[in-house]
């Protein structure tokens, strides 16, 4: 197996045990430092220039590079006050389970392949579903990788369910101003007209609004468009807001429509006490739900979740010949007719090992850390009158501007850019913008179960002070 020139198998292990080591101390440790690492031109200069060589190097100088020229440069969204996009704080409990489950590199596309490894993904699926409250006598599910392959996964059952094959070109979906783009991105793929993806409006709360919705659907029918499915969300990317999901259920059900639920980062609220925030979302047919964001496993670990698991077969179920052999059990389900993927790794046992060794409840409380988080945020915010809360906190989210009086629409905006990037270069936490309404906000996203209330009021108030040095840069 070892090309003359190659490292040697005892090399591999002694270089694998000191850096799976070393990185575990380190990583332990990943917010003392800053929150992004810019990676210098002279670096990636290097990178592109050594190209691939011909005959391989010292294995100790390869690891070396790999750890200090390539891997520790970006965002650290490891980082406590990483509070940008949907962060992904990792627990060292699932860092080590996707240690053990890739160090044995199963093929976990059958049961044939993975028996117990996939016994552990069923109980876990069949467990997830229960909270979201999908009946168990139909329900089931496929480990993905993230959230954009679950809507896609999803949504391909749920053409196949609504639409007849040829009007694909007529079917209309819809989506609300706050759905996140992989909805539509999946929509594509599966080959629904970019045109047929109908964005409905939003409430004040960033919620879709019911009766846009039911107008569209009546207008789209009464042009010989044929309406099929409504994402709802479950925790938007941009402010944690929840759509009335059970009304979206009702109309679904009134028009026969396929409900699918986008909840990536907000369907982690089922396993908490603030389950009720998803109301509704048991009568969905689909469910996306990442664990690698608001469940704190590496990546990539997502959740499709179906109310019936017959419509991903109807989709996804094939029986090519040099498969026979490995469909010896009617009882069970095979992973690779649920999904895309035939050649797939068990994504869900880092999380299932999460969860043996957590306990639920232990998980619960590390998310409901996150709704704490954003209320301390907010409450920081409420001391400075330049403050303009846009979207108050929601799950782990809130959104707000700095809005001295004085100053135009277009400058504000500016302003709170120049703030959020002089808080990056900072490194003391990681702000970013986002837009709600027209306007540049700032927005944060705090869901780190280590994080605590000096590092939240401590970001405002460091925003405060970077604030204050752009507001006289700009007016001196």
């Not at 509070?83 to 860092?95: D, E, H, K, N, Y």
């Not at 109301?279 to 996306?288: F, H, I, K």
Request: aromatic share 8%.
């Amino acid at each position: 197996m070892y090309a003359k020139g190659m490292a040697t198998e005892p090399d591999v292990e002694l270089a694998a045990v000191r850096f799976v080591c070393e990185l575990f101390a380190r990583n332990r440790h990943l917010s003392e430092g800053p929150v992004a690492v810019e990676a210098p031109e002279s670096t990636l200069e290097a990178i592109r220039a050594q190209g691939i060589p011909e005959h391989g190097r010292a294995l100790d100088d390869v690891v070396a590079e790999m750890e200090h020229e390539v891997i520790g440069y970006g965002y650290n969204a490891d980082h406590a006050r990483f509070l940008g996009f949907v962060p992904g704080p990792t627990s060292a409990i699932s860092w080590l389970g996707d240690i053990i489950a890739a160090g044995y590199n199963r093929h976990a596309g059958s049961f044939a392949n993975y028996p117990a490894g996939l016994a552990a993904e069923d109980v876990l699926l069949a467990w997830c579903a229960d909270q979201a409250g999908f009946p168990a006598d139909t329900a089931g599910g496929l480990f993905v990788s993230g959230g954009s392959t679950a809507n896609l996964t999803a949504l391909a059952a749920a053409r196949d369910a609504m639409l007849p094959e040829d009007a694909w070109d007529r079917g209309v979906a819809y989506v609300s101003e706050q759905t996140h783009s992989s909805v539509a991105k999946g929509l594509h793929i599966i080959g629904i007209p970019r045109e047929h993806v109908h964005a409905v409006s939003c409430d004040d709360a960033w919620r879709m609004d019911i009766a846009a919705l039911e107008d569209a659907i009546e207008a789209d029918r009464a042009a010989g468009l044929i309406p099929f499915a409504v994402v709802g969300t479950a925790g938007s990317t941009n402010t944690g807001s929840v759509d009335p999901l059970r009304e979206i259920a009702r109309v679904c059900a009134e028009n026969h429509l396929w409900m699918h639920v986008d909840g990536a980062f907000g369907a982690s609220a089922l396993i908490t006490r603030y389950r009720d925030m998803l109301d509704g979302v048991e009568l969905a047919d689909s469910l996306s739900w990442d664990a690698h964001k608001w469940l704190f496993q590496t990546y990539s670990c997502g959740m499709v979740l179906v109310r019936d698991r017959a419509n991903l077969l109807n989709t996804y179920s094939t029986h090519p010949e040099y498969l026979k052999d490995l469909q010896d059990r009617t009882d069970l389900v095979n992973p690779w007719d649920l999904g895309p993927e035939l050649t797939r790794p068990a994504r869900g046992l880092k999380l299932w090992f999460t969860l043996q060794a957590m306990g639920s409840a232990g998980l619960a409380e590390a998310v409901e850390h996150g709704f704490t988080l954003a209320r301390w945020v907010e409450d920081e915010c409420r001391k400075n009158p330049d403050i303009e809360i846009v979207s108050p906190a929601q799950m782990a989210m809130v959104n707000f501007r700095y809005a001295p009086a004085g100053l135009a629409e277009d400058e504000l905006d500016e302003l709170n850019l120049d703030i959020s990037r002089r808080m990056l270069e900072s490194g003391y936490a990681g702000v970013f913008t986002t837009e709600l309404a027209g306007k540049k906000v700032l927005r944060v996203c705090a869901i780190h179960p280590e994080a605590k209330e000096e590092d939240m009021r401590g970001t405002v108030q460091h925003l405060n002070a970077l604030y204050a040095e752009a507001l006289e840069t700009r007016r001196a």
